[in-house]
């Protein structure tokens, strides 16, 4: 059956319902995704080719780029040879367009004029390009700390940008109370937005020649990729498409590890922490409002949370950007994680190159000063 169910307390919700939360809990979406090999073989290659696996009712409310299908290319990481899917390719430069893609359609197919979100940046950028290209109004609220090239690229969308000071949950506070009156295109809240973020484990397994592979290694702050990437294996393995879930693995930065702190002392609450500033600013998310639903995905799957420190990070960037890849920080965690993994010899291991190194300019020219 095809509805919202809240996390709490199960009450259920009509599929067309606009609610975004129940009475401040946390809703996901049962959806009847359905996959047909046969049916993709003819079909263009952008993630809509999973056309009914996607919550969209017509196809007239389809918002997209043709975005999609980044390619999965082999790499080698201190000798070990692992996968990288190139999410840095996507239209605004990083992976979060596969939800915005969804949310995005999701509000023109109720009618949405004006909406609201809250981005460490690239969500942010990703929600005002669709929004932009819906014709729909659109305010970010990002905290003041951001990077200026993200700033920029939210304002040349059209949106109308609100830098909050203090913290990230400073601005998801404020978010909060302008989404009482405006459609909340929330990247965590929304459960539209990871019905985008799937199609991340359909490609890798179309491209891994409908297989799984053994193990994911993803960068963690509020989840939406890790959450999107079980959803979709878990679709594929309903299926019967796949015969078992990959291990997941939660990269967070030590510098804000809540997640990591929760998993290893076995907490089913989320634990209060101290952060420092952190190179990786697209993870540094000191309470995750699904931190109960990504430590479960570790768990379920026997995989791993872990921390990488900026060193850590700042070496695995140069070290990429010297193999001619140009990704931002945030990416960088992944291959630092991978570096730390003890990997048996012919595991299949998949790593996200989250955004493009243009998002973080004046982090990469500090960088490339210091070496």
């Given at each position: ?138 305010d970010i609220y990002v905290p003041d700390s951001t990077s200026p090239a993200k700033l920029a690229q939210i304002q040349m969308y059209g949106a109308t940008l609100h830098k909050i000071p203090g913290s ?204």
């Amino acid at each position: 059956m095809n509805q919202l169910i809240c996390t709490s307390c199960d009450a259920t919700f009509p599929f067309l319902d606009p609610r975004w939360e129940c009475d401040g809990a946390l809703l996901d979406l049962e959806f009847d995704a359905q996959i047909r090999i046969d049916d993709l073989k003819n079909r263009k290659h952008t993630m809509w080719r999973y056309r009914e696996a996607l919550p969209i009712k017509h196809d007239q409310n389809v918002v997209s780029f043709d975005e999609g299908c980044t390619p999965l290319t082999e790499i080698r990481v201190d000798g070990r040879p692992c996968l990288v899917k190139q999410e840095h390719l996507f239209p605004t430069g990083s992976y979060k367009d596969r939800g915005a893609s969804v949310l995005i359609s999701r509000a023109k197919e109720l009618g949405v004029t004006k909406m609201v979100e809250d981005s460490s940046g690239n969500a942010g950028a990703a929600v005002a390009a669709y929004a932009a290209r819906a014709n729909i109004s659109c305010d970010i609220y990002v905290p003041d700390s951001t990077s200026p090239a993200k700033l920029a690229q939210i304002q040349m969308y059209g949106a109308t940008l609100h830098k909050i000071p203090g913290s990230r949950e400073d601005t998801a506070r404020a978010t909060l109370k302008a989404a009482q009156h405006h459609f909340y295109a929330s990247h965590v809240w929304n459960p539209f937005f990871f019905q985008g973020t799937k199609t991340y484990a359909y490609e890798i397994w179309e491209q891994l020649g409908y297989q799984a592979p053994d193990t994911l290694v993803i960068p963690t702050g509020n989840g939406t990729l890790i959450i999107g990437a079980y959803i979709g294996f878990s679709d594929l393995l309903k299926l019967g498409h796949i015969q078992h879930l990959p291990r997941f693995i939660a990269v967070q930065s030590a510098h804000c590890a809540p997640l990591d702190r929760m998993f290893r002392e076995n907490l089913n609450i989320l634990p209060k922490i101290q952060t420092e500033d952190t190179i990786a600013e697209g993870i540094a998310i000191a309470e995750p409002q699904r931190a109960s639903q990504i430590v479960d995905i570790v768990r379920k799957t026997h995989g791993q949370i872990l921390t990488v420190t900026d060193s850590d990070t700042e070496q695995a960037l140069l070290d990429m950007c010297r193999q001619g890849w140009y990704i931002e920080p945030t990416s960088a965690t992944a291959i630092a994680a991978f570096q730390k993994m003890s990997v048996q010899e012919d595991e299949v291991v998949v790593l996200p190159l989250t955004g493009h190194g243009l998002k973080s300019t004046e982090k990469m020219l500090k960088l490339a000063q210091q070496t």
